[in-house]
């Protein structure tokens, strides 16, 4: 697949091309923005958005329906996209299809709950006889910038809820993969969506800050922490919606299914082979069953099948590049020379990298103490849960837990006690649906998405009072 560019713009443009991660085969080569081109967008944009800004939530409901209607056809399409550009294998791209009509489905419905409030005045010195009636106004221009791992879903997280508020979008997707969000503002095109409402700049971190510091109303980004903060700094004082990742836990106890904890550890670190923000990345077990714990989790690792992501039998893919490869490769030895035990995989071919499992992992190594994006479940035995509590409080991240008990008060303790934006009981910390607040704390990000509240974060509101 290679997209055409005029010739008039592929004279003077910067470019980069996006290679398939698992093959090296190129697939396209896009024309990277440059400043005046982002400018020219946003200008564009804000225009888009004063007059949609007008439009009812029924008509914002009926854009975003036919989107989604619009992927629904295109989906296998899509779903073959996603797989080559970002190496995920052809069932998790298909799912992400699936997700992406979900997500944009419910932004619609939100769209007709955007409810605001009236208040009595009548609590302050001079206000009988007033009311306030609060309400919910469009923002303008919502700058989308988002990651190679969801490329579909994580756009349209931001796509629908600045939608359904009534707001223009200028997207700026990962430069790793950036096909399925320039297919998806294709389709929006053919939905029917007013002129310049939804736009897209392609590029790495130039037109990206770039876009933080045009004339847009808001920024949502997910990324690293590092970007995030270097484009927080560049908005200036335009509000921030920023997803930056986490070091999530899963928590076995005692009494825990240690079957179903075993699967789930496994489903939520090898999917997207690990690269995900919310993927289990610190996996404490209780002693008292660590050793059956870790009998269950091997077999199951021993079973996953990796390969050529294109396959349909094959569970898990790549990494997106040899760079997060040698990293992450790097992050073992260093672990290992700290003490740690290796129990399963930690071999590569190219970015293709076993399902791995390793034991004892000092605390402060970095595959331990940090963000570590690959295929990796790092172990450790705990006998006190306090101490794992503040273990995880210590932390910079503050994103989602996961624990495994049926034991109602240590439920409750946990809940109350670890500093996260989400804690999921018996599932692990990268369970999400698509209309619930997600988001976390700390150096994990500003802000919320999922549909609903994402909804109000890209709204402003407004308060009469008569």
Known sequence: ????????????????????????????????????????????????????????????????????????????????????????????????????????RLSGDAATFLDGEVLHCAVVAGGKDRQAVVSYVPTGVVAAITPFNYPLNLLCHKLGPAIAAGNAVVAKPSPKAPLAADYLIKLAEEAGFPTDLVQIVHGGAMPAMSLARAPIDLLSFTGGPEAGLALKRASGLVRCLMELGGNDPLIVLPDADLAAAAATAIGHRFEIAGQSCAAVKKLYVHSAVADAFSQQLLALVADHRYGDPARDDTQMGTLIDMAAATDLAARLREAEAGGARLLAGGTAEGTLFAPTVIEAVPPTARL?????????????????????????????????????????????????????????????????AEHVPFGGIKGSGLGREGVRIALREMSETRVVID
């Open 1 to 104: 697949m290679t997209l055409a560019i005029p010739a008039a713009r592929r004279a003077r443009a910067a470019r980069f091309a996006v290679t398939n991660p698992f093959s090296g085969a190129m697939l396209a080569e896009l024309p990277e923005a440059d400043e005046a081109e982002v400018l020219a967008v946003v200008a564009r944009a804000r225009s888009s958005a004063a007059a949609f800004r007008n439009s009812t939530p029924h008509e914002r409901r009926a854009l975003l329906n036919r989107l989604a209607d619009l992927i629904e056809r295109d989906a296998e399409v899509l779903a073959q996209i996603i797989c080559a550009e970002v190496g995920k294998t052809i069932t998790e791209a298909r799912g992400e299809a699936r997700r992406a009509q979900n997500t944009l």
């Open 368 to 432: 331990w103490a940090s963000e570590t994006f690959g295929p990796v479940l790092a172990l450790r035995r705990f006998d006190s849960l306090d101490a794992v509590i503040a273990e995880v409080n210590s932390t910079e991240f503050g994103l989602q837990a996961g624990i495994f008990t049926n034991d109602h008060a240590a439920i409750r303790h946990l809940t109350r006690r670890l500093q996260v934006g989400g804690v999921m009981v018996n599932e692990g910390p990268d369970f999400r």
